[in-house]
Structures are given as C-alpha cells and as structure tokens.
C-alpha cells in the first residue's frame, strides 16, 4: 500500500474559511499537516485564525479562485504543495425558480464551483507530486434535484465530469471530489433563509442515516480521499442515504 504521510504534508484549502472547509482545516492540523486556508473575505479568514487558535501550521492567503490571475498567484507564492482541497460555492442568489433567476447569480455558480476548479487544477498541477492530489466538492443536487435548484444540479453534474477527466490527464495526480448531502453548515442561510432549521429538521427525518450531515461528516470523506493512494476519479456520496429516499 502506497505511504501517503498527512504529518509534515503541504495542504491548500479552497473555503476553508468556515464549514465543511474548516472542520477539514482542524482535523489535518491535528495530524500535523501544514494548511493553508485561502478564501475571498479577510474577515472571515481572520475568524477562521481565531477558530483554529492561530495554530502555528496554518496561514491564510486572499485569493478568488474564479480569477485566473489570483490562481496563478496563489500557486507562484505557494511553492511546492502536497494536497489541494476546494470547498468554496457561491450560491447566493442561485437557489430560484427559473423565471426569477438572475444570469450573474448563476454565473458566480459557474465561477466558484467550476471554473475556479478547473483553474486550480490548471495553475496547482504543476506543484504537486506524483503522489499528490486535488479533491473538490460536488453535492447531492446532481442526484436530487429540487424546485429552485438547476443551476446548482447541473455546475455539481458538470464539476463530477472533470473529475473524472482529468483524473485521466493528470495522473498520476489524483482528482477525486466529496459529493455532500444536506449539511449544516452557514451555506443553508442562503438557500432557506430563517427557514434553515426547520428546512434541515424536516430532512433529517427522511434521510435513512436520521439526521443531517455535520461538517465533520464530510472533513472525513475528504480526509480519506486525500489518503488513498488507490482511488481516483471517484464521487464519494457522503449524504447519509438522501440517493435512496
């Protein structure tokens, strides 16, 4: 079996300014990887410093990943890099039925979810080592789609289709992406508003595995793909039974 060591590695975290991004940050501190957070907001990567005790493996960098000039950026300043990781999505505004949707909400969509992984992939390849590897972030509107929901199922389905190509034309860098279920993270805020908890609590009690994700639930899922030398090209469902119901 292939040694993939997390302690000493080098790890970029796309989002990982709060949720799924920062639960991930937290778990690979602890094992004694270096982590870089980088995320649009200084504000919010100050949190994300405060949340994790300013932990002296971890630095924060601004960075827009659906900016090809900041991609680059962050990878001529990173130097070599062991993992990348992206949990951003801006979905602010998507979550409409088709007569209200807004092109420039969409277009963030694309932006944050597609594009800025392709440029990650694009600009971080060359950084990586044979062993490396590049995880991203789907999510189950790819499967279940919902009223309000088509921009988000069809970036998702289109993210999973790069996966797969490029697991092809980078290997052996491996690219694999977390496909997540509903997850209580702050993204709900934008997708149900004050209806947030009520949203998730009436999920939870379909969802065969009864309850919905935490961020941890999906920290984990990441932290495996980043270690298996052996899977690549992989959508890993991590959504406690939601294909099922």
């Not at 990982?16 to 501190?29: D, F, Q, V």
């Not at 004050?194 to 969802?207: C, N, Y």
């Amino acid at each position: 079996m292939t040694d993939i060591r997390i302690e000493g590695a080098k790890i970029i975290i796309v989002g990982g300014s709060s949720g799924m991004g920062l639960a991930l940050a937290r778990r690979l501190l602890g094992e004694g990887a270096a982590v870089t957070i980088a995320g649009r907001s200084e504000d919010r990567l100050a949190a994300a410093r405060r949340d994790l005790d300013d932990h002296p493996g971890l630095a924060t960098i601004a960075a827009d990943i659906s900016r090809e000039e900041e991609v680059a950026a962050l990878f001529r300043n990173s130097g070599p890099v062991d993992h990348i990781v992206s949990t951003a999505a801006d979905i602010e505004g998507a979550y409409q039925l088709l007569p209200s949707i807004e092109l420039a909400a969409a277009q963030r969509v694309i932006e944050s979810k597609f594009y800025g992984p392709l440029l990650l992939a694009k600009y971080g390849a060359a950084h990586l080592p044979p062993l490396g590897s590049i995880t991203y972030t789907s999510g189950i509107a790819a499967y279940r789609p919902a009223a309000r929901g088509s921009v988000v199922a069809a970036v998702n389905a289109a993210l999973e289709g790069l996966v797969r190509a490029l697991a092809i034309e980078l290997a052996p860098i491996r690219i694999n992406a977390v496909s997540p279920g509903w997850v209580d993270t702050p993204i709900w805020s934008f997708v149900a508003g004050d209806a947030k908890q009520a949203t998730l609590d009436a999920m939870a009690q379909r969802l065969p595995a009864g309850r919905v994700g935490q961020p941890d639930d999906i920290a984990d899922a990441i932290r495996f793909l980043i270690g298996n030398g052996f899977t690549t090209g992989t959508i890993l469902h991590v959504e406690g039974g939601h294909r099922l119901v």
